[in-house]
């Protein structure tokens, strides 16, 4: 841990960074929190989440938020532009803290930087290095001051490594519930529904969304051949123009598109068909059968074979440490995902309950946000003694 800064006051300037909607979305909730006990005034990188909470927004995420190793090389210079940005304004501000949420490749630089400066930095939802790249570690050693870590396996990896590290339990088994009963939803987006329902999410970038729609849909159109009619349920993303969407879901009344509400459709759902990503977990908190695929480019794909060191790419499969959802990655063939999908409606909920319930156990009962809160107030107040504001 970083020595007492009896040398600096502090100033009331939070930095705060994230890189796309689900880390967005972890840092609008840790600020709203800090935000209960402490006197400061936030900026960073996010967008209208973070905006919302009265984070003032250096630079929003959308030019840069994608996947895959090499779809990197397309967004070069607005990243470059971004951390550019960033470390002009981390130069001017000089602020009592920097907080990461996700984001590793980017935000790992953004560290480094402040290291220099002597700015302190705290990492919250930090790098999954027991997945891959775990030469970060070294890097995290280096530059982070304390990680906050929210699945239950990483402290243990953290510490062995000797990085100050505290797990304060994963936010979702807070924040993931339904606002409607299944007939409240229903009647609510005003859906006649015909046969199961399913809910379908193609992910929260414009990449993910392009890349599985169109298997998604075919897989769809297979079981609606096997099983007859269904209700599907297209919740979007907020980041997510429903103009990208227009053309995959015209002519096919059977696909009901709508923002908002996603645990609401996945907990009314027979069935959800995820790309990989936090809604897999939302899925698994939820209870509903899920099964998870995921898309990148061939090159993102051979590089991601080489480095990535987990048999699941699930974080439900990860924790519980077995296929609980099928997984579905690179190779989509539509007719042998829709085979699975109708194995599954017909198991339904009772062929995974047992383990989502040891997942949801693993995941703990804790209040992610107040621990966290707590844990960077202390680390403040560690640091600048008092946390009033210097004059």
């Known amino acids: ?119 302190p930095v705290v990492y919250f939802i930090p790098p999954q290095i027991w997945a891959w790249r775990k030469s970060r570690i070294k890097k995290i050693r280096e530059r982070v001051d304390r990680v906050i870590c929210v699945l239950p396996f990483e402290k243990a990896l953290y510490d062995k490594n000797g990085v100050d590290s505290i797990y ?40 993910e969304v392009r890349k599985h729609m169109p298997t998604l849909l075919a897989v769809i159109g297979s079981l609606e051949r096997r099983i007859g009619k269904l209700t599907v349920l297209l919740p979007l993303a ?56 995921y898309k990148i480019s061939s090159l993102s794909y051979l590089l991601a074979r080489m480095l990535v060191k987990v048999d699941h790419i699930s974080l439900p499969n990860i924790i519980a440490a077995k296929e609980v959802f099928p997984e579905f990655v690179q190779h989509l063939n539509p007719e042998d995902i829709a085979e699975k999908a109708a194995y599954m409606l017909n198991n339904g909920r009772e062929s995974v309950k047992a383990d989502i319930e040891v997942i949801k156990r693993r995941l703990g009962g804790f209040d992610s ?15 600048y003694g008092t946390l009033s504001k210097a004059p």
């Open 1 to 119: 841990m970083q020595k007492n800064n009896s040398d600096r006051q502090y100033n009331g300037k939070i930095v705060i960074i994230t890189g796309e909607l689900s880390g967005e979305i972890h840092a609008s909730h840790l600020v709203e929190a800090l935000q209960t006990s402490l006197d400061a005034q936030f900026s960073g990188m996010g967008s209208t989440r973070l905006q919302e909470t009265g984070v003032r927004i250096i630079v929003d995420y959308k030019d840069i938020s994608i996947t895959g190793l090499s779809e990197v090389l397309w967004k070069l210079k607005y990243i470059r532009r971004a951390y550019d940005t960033l470390r002009d304004h981390i130069r001017r501000e000089r602020p009592a803290l920097l907080i990461l949420v996700d984001f590793p490749g980017f935000n790992l630089k953004i560290a480094k930087f402040a290291k220099v400066l002597g700015v």
């Open 168 to 207: 304060v339990g994963h936010p979702f088994m807070n924040t993931v519930k339904p606002l409607y009963s299944r007939e409240e939803f229903i009647g609510k987006l005003g859906i006649d529904k015909k046969g199961p329902m399913i809910t379908i999410m193609p992910g929260s970038r414009e990449n």
């Open 238 to 293: 907020e980041n997510i123009d429903f103009r990208l969407v227009e053309d995959y879901v015209s002519g096919r009344p059977s696909v009901q598109t709508f923002k908002g509400l996603s645990y609401d459709a996945l907990a009314a759902s027979d069935l959800a068909l995820v790309a990989s990503g936090s809604a897999t977990l939302e899925a698994a908190i939820l209870g509903v059968p899920t099964i998870v695929i």
């Open 369 to 383: 946000y107040k621990m966290a809160k707590d844990e960077i107030t202390g680390y403040l107040e560690h640091l």
